[in-house]
């Protein structure tokens, strides 16, 4: 049914009436029975006419959450005998709030269909839908749902777009016009954090206990997608069993050996630096390189791959400082992920950021003669990833 409504170009209404009177059928039946609704190949239209529609029937939405990789959404619908009332704030004014609220809570970029699931289950919260509510038809409110999720996600003054061509319209993504707020850590750096600290108390991880932990402790729209997961998983450990899949940590990813490792790249900055004839600073976890009382240099080294409070909670770099992060080299895919995956975090470091692998700063050291013309440059040719190209193959 979904695949013709889409394929076919027919609207929603007819879907969501049909729903609608199906759904009518449970009135009868005593509150709190719950049942589970799946909402598989998932697009904006198809979300839209089954959350409405089904709150429309009466119905109480106690959780949504999606799969960000399968396109399927798992709702929680429950019965009930007291619908709210639906005196709640005016669509668009719910719409705006929950989504940017959202946007907040998750501090990373959102996809379409996420910040809609958003949208709606603040709607249903607060009545919108409610079958005691006189006015508007099933299609009508679907209509108008619609056209405001879609005049607020094209204003340029509340939602700013990923443009990336790389991307696919489906997958592009939104976050708030003024920025995530200070302090906020973003769901990937929080899942990150999560998985290591469980696979550091945790000499054997079962793959799939840990994603039954991950789905706890970020229900919801915050669910990660297990990409992400396999992301930071292969960037701290390697997997010891497949059958059940099974990781451990990998030994210089052990906090006592990253913290000797960061240790020691920042005394070899701090001899560079002078090498170089910079006077070197040092303030608390920063590094700068100062010529003639203006700062050219800020580093910060660490072991991870959270990056975001170096460049969103810090204060702005002074004219004419370069910032470089200084990370080992097997975060790097993880990093990249990362930068594909939030173009917001990807812009904020445009032109004042860069990147340094813990064993390209020591490949310098060796290798160079301290110059630093060829220090700017060394700095230019280390990227996040960077892999070697593959000779085509032109015979199996």
């Known amino acids: 049914m979904k695949s013709a409504l889409e394929r076919r170009r027919y609207d929603w209404s007819w879907y969501a009436?049909?729903?609608f009177r199906l759904f009518r059928q449970l009135r009868g039946m005593p509150p709190g029975v719950p049942f589970l609704n799946i909402l598989p190949e998932l697009v904006p239209g198809f979300l839209d006419?089954?959350?409405i529609s089904s709150s429309r029937a009466g119905l109480h939405l106690r959780s949504l959450a999606l799969n960000d990789e399968d396109d399927i959404a798992q709702l929680i619908w429950e019965t009930t005998t007291k619908p709210v009332a639906g005196a709640g704030n005016a669509l668009k004014t719910t719409l705006r709030a929950s989504m940017l609220e959202y946007l907040q809570e998750r501090g990373e970029p959102a996809r379409q269909i996420q910040l809609a699931a958003a949208g709606l289950a603040a709607l249903t919260d607060q009545g919108t839908f409610s079958p005691s509510k006189e006015g508007a038809t099933l299609t009508e409110q679907l209509i108008k749902v619609q056209k405001t999720l879609q005049g607020l996600l094209g204003n340029r003054k509340i939602f700013l777009r990923d443009k990336d061509p790389d991307h696919p319209q489906t997958h592009r993504t939104w976050w708030p016009a003024t920025g995530f707020t200070a302090g906020t850590l973003p769901l990937?750096?929080?899942?990150?954090?999560?998985v290591l600290e469980?696979?550091?108390?945790t000499p054997a991880l079962n793959e799939a206990e840990l994603f039954n932990k991950l789905y706890v402790h970020f229900p919801g729209l915050l669910t990660p997608p297990a990409e992400m997961v396999h992301t930071i998983l292969s960037s701290y450990a390697h997997a010891i069993s497949e059958s059940p899949v099974v990781w451990q940590v990998n030994d210089q990813e052990k906090p006592e050996n990253r913290q000797a490792d960061v240790q020691s790249v920042q005394e070899e900055l701090l001899k560079l630096g002078k090498s170089l004839n910079y006077y070197v600073e040092v303030s608390e976890h920063s590094i700068w390189w100062i010529d003639n009382n203006q700062r050219k240099y800020v580093y910060h080294c660490f072991a991870s791959s959270m990056i975001s409070h170096f460049v969103q909670d810090s204060p702005p770099l002074p004219t004419g400082c370069q910032g470089v992060l200084?990370?080992?080299?097997?975060?790097?895919?993880?990093?990249?992920?990362k930068l594909y995956h939030n173009p917001w975090l990807a812009l904020a470091m445009e032109d004042k950021w860069t990147f340094l692998k813990f064993r390209h700063l020591r490949r310098?050291?060796?290798k160079e003669t301290p110059d630093r013309a060829r220090w700017s440059d060394h700095l230019e040719k280390d990227p996040p990833l960077w892999e070697e190209a593959t000779q085509m193959r032109f015979f199996a």
Do not use: M, N, Q
Request: charged fraction near 20%; glycine fraction near 6%.
């Open 188 to 194: 990937t750096d929080g899942v990150e954090k999560y």
């Open 17 to 19: 009436e049909a729903i």
């Open 326 to 337: 200084v990370f080992p080299g097997s975060r790097s895919r993880l990093l990249a992920y």
């Open 49 to 51: 006419a089954s959350v």
């Open 364 to 366: 310098f050291i060796r």
């Open 198 to 201: 469980t696979l550091i108390h």
